[in-house]
């Protein structure tokens, strides 16, 4: 009897841990059917952003610089720029791209703020593409679809002529592949089999503005952290098609993804000028106005769109295959309602929004004189000729008036002693530089179109005439600079000109800038005989001092009143000085329409 107890009782503890055991592998197995299903979703959506990234990349190269035309000629106003912008966002697949394009055109100054706006409103609308493409995917079997592509697209690759197309067909495949991939993943999430995850979501009071608040910033903040609106829509759409996610809470996270995607045009801002950081922020506010419209009307709005689209909200809660069905094209629906309502109203305020986001990035004395912008030349579709030629005549005397101030920089470079206060005055010049670089570039471009349309030969002879005025100009911004270097290896070498160095420098700094301000008169207009001659006049006094100087400099040298390697940097200053003098008269010989004379 005693052994037969004893047996018992060792009998029931075994089982009593076989059963804690059988709870404890229980509890693993399912914990790891949990974190298979999870990495099965994230790996989905980590294909998808490439997909998408791809595809996106090979329509670009394939597109090449046309949609840079397109962009810069199809914004004469503020209709046509929300056009643009919605046809070639639909074209590459990413407002991020059509987005941080236009904030760089901004950054050059071939687009204005108020057309920068406008496209950008344009991409908002072209971007409601992808989530009709995603609802597509998740309500069509596209596995017959995926494979042969990949397989076409593969052998296009390895083609030299067609492997954009190839990139494009395999960046679709993927995409597709991917919302494959999660729609099996998305069974595993049904309701039946998660009744934990139901009632979680069953606590949660979708009629309230609070759960409205909170899921709207978890999409914001998962947006911009994983920087691809795409990606999140693909969940969204995911979790609200199984059941798992009630409407009204996966149409907040879609507003959140709306806010969130902006972070990449404001991060290539980063390092831009005032007016491209402008346009950034005028596509946050442009989202933050529209997001904070629709919160005010947000369950007749939702109700609007799901009545348009024939289904209740209601019947979400009961996890309805009909509802799973119809459910992504209930967001997708409500993602271009949104944003064509959104525009609709705000692209009458463009002007409002402008000086909004202006006074809210105000630029600095140095960076409003510094920025590289166009002034007078408009990114548009081209005007009369005469009208083109008036423009770009503007531009050259906003570009002259750049480089004097250029040469006064090079002037104040010389009486610095400060080393952080040279350094960075220095820097301004050679930005400076850079930007007569670009100017002479764009304005030789918007010539050159000019040149192209049927001209008179008076128009014909005035654009050839600019031409060789803007590369007269350019010449002018290398030889401020080339003085500038000169300078600062003097600086950095610690030497120093005596006294009657600097004194006859100054001088011949003096001479330089009449030179330079006469030349500026002329290109405004005042081409009177006398201006003109005056030009010529202050150019024999720059050549007669610069002989003078150069004599003067080998008997002190032989004298050794200073080194030869200062009279050597002397008379680098002075040499440019002249060459500059040299550019200034081919300039006004250009503007007065006096043939170039023989070297």
């Not at 059509?98 to 908002?124: D, H």
């Not at 969204?236 to 959140?256: D, E, F, H």
């Not at 309502?341 to 510094?370: D, Y």
């Amino acid at each position: 009897m005693k052994y037969a107890l004893l047996i018992g009782y060792k009998v029931n503890k075994f089982w009593a841990k076989c059963k804690k055991y059988r709870i404890t592998i229980q509890l693993i197995m399912t914990t790891s059917d949990y974190l298979a299903i999870f990495f099965k979703i994230i790996g989905s959506l980590a294909l998808l952003i490439y997909g998408m990234k791809v595809m996106s990349e090979a329509l670009q190269k394939m597109a090449g610089s046309q949609l840079r035309h397109i962009l810069g000629a199809m914004t004469t106003n503020r209709f046509t720029g929300m056009l643009t912008g919605t046809f070639i966002t639909c074209a590459v697949q990413s407002s991020s791209a059509t987005t941080v394009m236009t904030v760089s055109f901004v950054n050059a100054g071939l687009l204005t703020l108020a057309q920068a706006i406008s496209v950008i409103m344009g991409a908002n609308i072209g971007t409601t593409l992808t989530a009709w493409i995603m609802s597509l995917g998740y309500s069509v079997d596209l596995t017959s679809f995926v494979f042969p592509a990949f397989l076409v697209g593969i052998v296009l690759i390895y083609t030299r002529k067609m492997r954009y197309i190839g990139d494009f067909l395999f960046g679709l495949s993927f995409m597709f592949f991917s919302l494959v991939l999660l729609s099996a993943g998305g069974e595993d999430l049904q309701l039946e089999h998660n009744p934990a995850v139901i009632e979680f979501f069953k606590s949660i009071d979708v009629n309230s503005y609070g759960s409205i608040f909170v899921f709207l910033a978890i999409g914001t903040l998962i947006t911009c952290i994983v920087q691809s609106s795409a990606a999140v829509m693909a969940i969204t759409i995911l979790m609200c098609s199984t059941g798992v996610l009630p409407i009204y809470l996966g149409i907040a996270l879609v507003m959140g993804e709306n806010i969130g995607t902006t972070i990449t045009a404001n991060l290539a801002a980063l390092g831009a000028n005032t007016q491209a950081r402008r346009a950034a922020l005028a596509h946050l506010m442009f989202n933050i106005i529209g997001v904070t419209w629709v919160v005010c009307v947000f369950y007749p709005f939702i109700d609007m769109v799901c009545d348009f689209v024939g289904y209740d909200p209601a019947s979400h809660v009961l996890g309805r295959a009909e509802a799973a069905v119809k459910l992504p094209i209930v967001l997708a629906a409500f993602h271009t309602t949104f944003n064509v309502a959104n525009t609709s109203l705000l692209i009458w305020f463009i002007p409002q929004l402008e000086k909004l986001v202006s006074n809210m990035i105000k630029p600095s004395n140095i960076e409003a004189e510094e920025d590289f912008r166009l002034r007078f030349i408009q990114a548009g579709i081209m005007k009369t000729p005469e009208l083109s030629v008036l423009e770009a005549s503007k531009e050259i005397q906003s570009f002259a008036e750049r480089l004097q101030r250029m040469f006064g920089m090079v002037r104040e470079l010389l009486t610095i002693d400060d080393e952080a206060e040279f350094s960075k005055l220095f820097a301004r010049i050679e930005k400076y530089e850079s930007i007569s670089d670009n100017m002479e570039i764009e304005i030789a471009k918007y010539l050159d179109e000019v040149g192209n349309a049927h001209l008179s030969d008076e128009t014909k002879e005035k654009v050839r005439s600019m031409l060789r005025e803007i590369s007269e100009l350019e010449s002018i911004g290398d030889a401020c600079f080339n003085i500038a270097r000169t300078e600062n290896r003097r600086f950095k070498g610690k030497e120093n000109f005596s006294e009657e160095q600097y004194n006859r420098i100054f001088q011949m700094f003096e001479l330089t800038d009449d030179a330079l301000t006469q030349m500026n008169s002329i290109l405004v207009g005042h081409k009177h005989e006398n201006d003109i001659h005056h030009s010529f006049n202050i150019e024999n006094e720059i050549n007669n001092y610069r002989d003078q100087l150069r004599s003067q400099n080998i008997n002190d040298v032989n004298e050794h009143k200073y080194t030869y390697a200062i009279g050597t940097m002397y008379m680098d200053i002075i040499q440019e000085c002249e060459k500059l003098g040299d550019y200034v008269v081919n300039v006004v010989e250009a503007r007065m329409g006096i043939r170039q004379q023989e070297a």
